[in-house]
């Protein structure tokens, strides 16, 4: 196979990824969609009669070199997403938004963990144990708000108490998301299997290692941030600052995996963490690593996983189709609940907890992220990604219409009381 190969692909996965972008953007809906959508087209070639056309796409090495540039779009999208984290923003909202993140955590991670449980216990789907049963739960805790602040924008209500903690929430909850991911994939390392024996040395060594790595990932970020101060007052706005940040996103991504045994979007996104923030530099570098991934790797992380896991539509049985129904719509509710009750805990108004639990519904790239850890690990069953898929649509759908609907009739409310 020659190098020049992989350029057929890349090219048409770079332009139907954003012509599928465009258009699911236009519909209200997050690019990601779009994105999905472009790989599941491009995988529906592998059913194609002509070998030759099969073989572009998914010969062997390009098979190799997309899952190589795939794995460096998701290290690229949680740097971003850490860039992007506002600590400040958490410290203002303060007890709202953790007791909002808190049940929108423990209650979807419950409802997946228990609905996996009872589908395993009565034999309809294969039981991995009770790491994978956690793993399942863990999927469903990512957030995605990106919807749901661009409608709360429309509407004018981002400023809002509503807006503001599910803002603030939705960083939170994508801290401890990460957190647990990282916690239980490494302890699918330090056992054998699915099992979890909780006086198991190498369990105790996970936990260890996991602490070490937050606390010197903690030192070498003070370390760097001084570093950038300095960069920043004598040369601002210069390219090395970008260039110096991927570099550390990077060595962040590879250590927290190889030394450390956690997952390297940790690593990418504690590197974003403490590179962003109050760096005034943060926005250019950003900007700058945006660009990069969403010019050509992102869309080849998205475009790759609906191209490697369209068969998995086809290959459904009924006994998984339950589950995988089931596990939706624990996704949905989970979060619907959770976050809602949260809400209402810290005193919202009925109607102000729903619009919370629904503006926190929404799913987007980190769930993908999230399966495809739990499938890489052992723990998660492939057949599980349409489903994911599923629930990033529906909420994405339902989210805008929710919140859009619950003001009009709020608005209805207030102009007949001012007419009265």
Request: some cysteine; aromatic content about 10%; charged content about 15%.
């Amino acid at each position: 196979m020659k190098a020049f190969e992989i350029l057929l692909p890349l090219a048409v996965i770079m332009l139907l990824s954003k012509l599928m972008g465009l258009g699911a953007h236009k519909c209200g809906m997050p690019a990601v969609l779009g994105m999905l959508v472009a790989g599941i087209l491009i995988g529906l070639l592998q059913y194609i009669p002509w070998a030759p056309l099969r073989e572009a796409f998914f010969g062997e090495f390009v098979t190799e070199v997309l899952s190589v540039l795939s794995k460096i779009g998701v290290v690229l999208i949680m740097f971003s997403a850490g860039l992007g984290t506002d600590l400040k923003k958490l410290k203002q909202t303060g007890l709202a938004a953790i007791v909002i993140t808190s049940l929108g955590v423990i209650v979807p991670m419950g409802f997946g963990a228990l609905v996996t449980f009872l589908f395993a216990h009565f034999g309809l789907i294969s039981d991995l144990g009770i790491l994978s049963h956690l793993f399942y739960g863990a999927i469903l805790t990512a957030t995605s708000v990106s919807v749901t602040v661009a409608v709360l924008k429309e509407l004018g209500k981002l400023d809002s108490a509503v807006g503001t903690s599910i803002v603030a929430a939705a960083v939170i909850d994508d801290v401890i998301g990460i957190v647990i991911l990282s916690v239980l994939t490494g302890f699918s390392r330090g056992g054998e299997g699915g099992g979890w024996d909780w006086f198991d040395p190498n369990a105790g060594l996970v936990v260890i290692k996991i602490v070490v790595f937050f606390v010197a990932a903690i030192a070498v970020g003070v370390a760097l941030r001084k570093l950038f101060d300095l960069m920043e007052r004598k040369a601002p706005h210069n390219r090395r600052v970008p260039i110096i940040s991927l570099a550390a996103c990077f060595f962040y991504a590879y250590f927290a995996e190889k030394i450390f045994g956690v997952a390297d979007i940790t690593g990418a996104y504690i590197a974003g963490i403490l590179l962003g923030g109050t760096l005034s530099e943060t926005p250019y570098v950003e900007s700058k690593v945006d660009q990069m991934g969403y010019l050509i790797f992102s869309p080849i992380f998205f475009a790759f996983i609906g191209m490697s896991n369209i068969q998995y539509f086809a290959q459904i049985d009924l006994k998984f189709l339950g589950f995988g129904l089931a596990f939706v719509a624990a996704g949905l509710l989970g979060k619907l609940i959770g976050c809602g009750l949260g809400a209402k805990v810290c005193k919202f108004s009925l109607r102000d907890s729903f619009r919370v639990g629904v503006g926190m519904m929404v799913r987007a790239e980190v769930v993908l992220i999230c399966t495809e850890r739990g499938v890489a690990a052992g723990l998660v069953d492939a057949k599980i990604y349409p489903f994911v898929i599923v629930i990033i649509l529906v909420s994405s759908i339902l989210t805008p219409i929710l919140l859009k609907s619950s003001y009009k009739k709020e608005e209805k409310l207030l102009s007949s009381k001012q007419t009265a």
